[in-house]
């Protein structure tokens, strides 16, 4: 079914697969990743009224269109949980970043106020650059929210905001842990999985057997 034209303030998430560049290496990894990454997204976003989305390359965006705040972050959230989780699945992590603000899709994005002056404010350019430049660095896996113009009664009423954990300029959303107090652990794994990648590193330059 094709994407109904929409212009309005909605969230918005641009979301890609982590370490894509190196699976170009081997054409069928690549062409496997995505059509993995695409065939989810299909099927998670046909059963989603509240969420529209797209796909490119190995990236997608996905947006909001309808009902209040809360009930459109709540169905992001739940659409980027069902999305890792069915890429995981396939040993394939995505990358994900969401913002609130002005977006405009008329079979093409269009920026509004696009002229001599600098873009500010807009949903998609605000995730986008939050992927690829935001501080601190995405990490493969993570999903987390920029809360520039978003109230904090939003965050506290969606349905999974208990896996939601407050930082200077984000919210990162726990999709991957079913209850709170499961984040400390999540978080401690994953750090000492960067840890024994550092060392393996170290190893190497040394000229160390594993």
């Known amino acids: 079914m094709p994407i109904q034209d929409f212009h309005g303030d909605c969230f918005v998430a641009f979301t890609d697969i982590s370490g894509f560049k190196d699976m170009m290496k081997d054409s069928q990894k690549a062409v496997k990743a995505i059509d993995k990454f695409y065939n989810a997204g299909f099927r998670i976003l046909s059963?989603?009224?509240?969420?529209?989305?797209?796909?490119?390359?190995?990236?997608?965006?996905?947006?909001?269109?309808?009902?209040?705040?809360?009930?459109?972050?709540?169905?992001?959230?739940?659409?980027?949980?069902?999305?890792?989780?069915?890429?995981?699945?396939?040993?394939?992590?995505?990358?994900?970043?969401?913002?609130?603000?002005?977006?405009?899709?008329?079979?093409?994005?269009?920026?509004?106020?696009?002229?001599?002056?600098?873009?500010?404010?807009?949903?998609?350019?605000?995730?986008?650059?939050?992927?690829?430049?935001?501080?601190?660095?995405?990490?493969?896996?993570?999903?987390?929210?920029?809360?520039?113009?978003?109230?904090?009664s939003v965050f506290e009423s969606v349905s999974h905001h208990e896996l939601l954990e407050d930082s200077r300029a984000h919210q990162y959303y726990y999709w991957m842990v079913e209850r709170p107090e499961e984040i400390q652990g999540f978080k401690q794994r994953y750090q000492n999985s960067y840890n024994l990648k550092y060392a393996g590193m170290l190893k190497a330059i040394k000229g160390q057997d594993e």
């Open 47 to 152: 059963s989603n009224h509240v969420v529209n989305g797209f796909f490119i390359s190995d990236c997608g965006v996905l947006f909001t269109r309808r009902e209040g705040q809360i009930k459109q972050l709540d169905n992001l959230l739940r659409v980027v949980r069902e999305l890792n989780q069915a890429v995981m699945h396939h040993d394939i992590m995505l990358a994900t970043s969401i913002a609130w603000g002005a977006f405009s899709y008329h079979n093409r994005i269009e920026f509004p106020g696009i002229n001599k002056q600098p873009i500010y404010g807009n949903a998609y350019v605000s995730a986008f650059l939050d992927n690829e430049v935001g501080k601190p660095r995405l990490q493969p896996g993570q999903c987390r929210i920029l809360k520039k113009d978003v109230e904090e």
